[in-house]
């Protein structure tokens, strides 16, 4: 993202939602966005997912500038390189999960049987092969969330985007759905992932912070655990 | 952390001499609390002095001298199992003394102080996180300290947020020409009180007792 602005109405009632925003997301990175409610986290990550247009800016996914895009090219990025996993899962409670993982493949035209291939791989990978004919509403809130992921990365995908992914889940699953985002970007994955949650986002390689619509400041890259737990005094906080 | 307790617990298992003790003790905290041999004996000799261990063998000091915890020993690691440690009375913390400051410096914008710690904060959590990641993995005494170190600093990093919400509504409130603070007037009839709204008395009241 380069210079991206999103402005909401207009006069009095005008809301600069994102303020002149950089942000670059590299090949098995993961990024996590934080900030109150109303900084704009959400904002971000529809524009990044082509869901929404900026105001001003320019927004690349693989190279390509998402504002050049017909709204079918759009659609056809959104369907084979970006995966999107929300709050609410947001399955569809009438499909199996592997109906649901392979969903986009289908709608991109993949022949059935390659795309259950690929959904049942995807599933397997998460640990759900004995959960593929079971409905959302058989499953937990961990599971539910776990086929969401799946059919965010099933396919070549590129670049994977959660609001909130753990949303409900105890402190345990959401941590098992970090540790899976986390593995995907380690086989090349880009993702960025909005969060209010600290412990969340301490899995991303860097930590952006949002503020009124701007990025005010950014994790430094960590020392390694050594320094956690090698014998002798921690490591002084600022300014004591 | 009570290194007396702990070792009365390692010695619940059984009869340890004092390098066992100190390895035992380091590989069940995750290695994240060392603890130096000298250490050991000085609190297995306070142990032997107060009846809650015995010792075997010669009677001399050193490597080969075994360790029993006594009756009273498994009853005085039974009550401190059982007692809650002292969380009643808040301690005196430095980040929270900072910020109030922060609020009362001229040209100090106490938003930039807070996240200049909550920075800090996120990436000691990444650290911790890296270490879950890979080491505690399949050690669970460290997957459990690891766990407490995080929601320790989550809870800090949700307090520095907190702050940031009030301070964000308190500046609101100002620039719309009501106060802050909670307004007596809604409060008429507690002519009693004796509550004094200025910041200075609330901050002093949150966090002056101390352990």
């Known amino acids: 993202m380069r210079h991206v602005s999103r402005v909401y109405g207009q006069g009095a009632a005008k809301v600069q939602a994102l303020h002149e925003v950089d942000l670059d997301v590299d090949a098995g990175m993961m990024v996590a966005v934080m900030g109150p409610s109303g900084s704009g986290k959400s904002t971000l990550l529809t524009i990044a997912g082509s869901l929404e247009d900026p105001s001003s800016g320019e927004v690349r996914v693989c190279g390509e500038e998402l504002t050049k895009l017909s709204r079918n090219a759009k659609a056809r990025l959104r369907r084979q390189t970006i995966g999107y996993v929300f709050q609410d899962f947001n399955l569809l409670p009438g499909l199996t999960a592997a109906e649901n993982v392979t969903l986009p493949l289908e709608l991109d035209g993949v022949p059935a049987r390659k795309a259950r291939v690929a959904g049942l791989a995807a599933m397997a990978e998460l640990g759900l092969a004995d959960r593929a004919s079971h409905f959302p509403d058989m499953l937990s809130g961990g599971e539910r969330q776990r086929v969401a992921i799946a059919r965010a990365v099933v396919g070549d995908r590129r670049l994977l985007l959660a609001d909130e992914p753990s949303g409900a889940l105890d402190s345990v699953n959401g941590e098992a759905v970090m540790r899976l985002i986390h593995t995907a970007c380690k086989r090349g994955l880009a993702a960025v992932v909005v969060t209010h949650d600290a412990q969340l986002a301490s899995w991303a390689d860097r930590v952006v912070f949002l503020r009124d619509g701007r990025v005010t400041d950014q994790t430094m890259p960590a020392p390694g655990p050594e320094s956690l737990l090698t014998p002798g005094p921690r490591q002084p906080g600022p300014g004591q | ?211």
């Open chain 2, 1 to 211: 952390m009570s290194v007396r307790h702990a070792l009365l617990a390692l010695l619940s298992e059984g009869p340890k001499y004092g390098l066992q003790l100190r390895e035992e003790f380091e590989a069940g905290t995750g290695e994240v609390w060392p603890l130096n041999v000298g250490q050991v004996y000085t609190t297995l000799q306070r142990l032997e002095r107060d009846g809650l261990v015995e010792s075997e063998g010669d009677g001399q000091d050193g490597p080969q001298k075994g360790f029993l915890i006594t009756q009273a020993g498994r009853e005085e690691l039974t009550g401190w199992l059982l007692t809650p440690p002292d969380l009643a009375s808040p301690p005196r913390d430095e980040l929270v003394m900072k910020v109030l400051v922060a609020l009362r410096v001229p040209g100090t914008d106490v938003r930039d102080v807070i996240q200049v710690h909550r920075r800090y904060l996120v990436q000691l959590m990444q650290q911790w996180t890296r270490i879950k990641d890979t080491e505690a993995e399949s050690d669970l005494n460290l997957a459990l300290v690891v766990d407490a170190e995080l929601f320790r600093l989550d809870a800090v990093v949700r307090w520095l947020d907190a702050v940031d919400g009030r301070v964000k509504r308190a500046a609101a409130d100002r620039l719309a020409g009501s106060p802050a603070s909670p307004p007596d007037t809604k409060n008429a009839q507690d002519t009693n009180s004796t509550a004094v709204a200025g910041p200075l008395p609330r901050a002093r009241r949150r966090t002056g007792t101390r352990r």
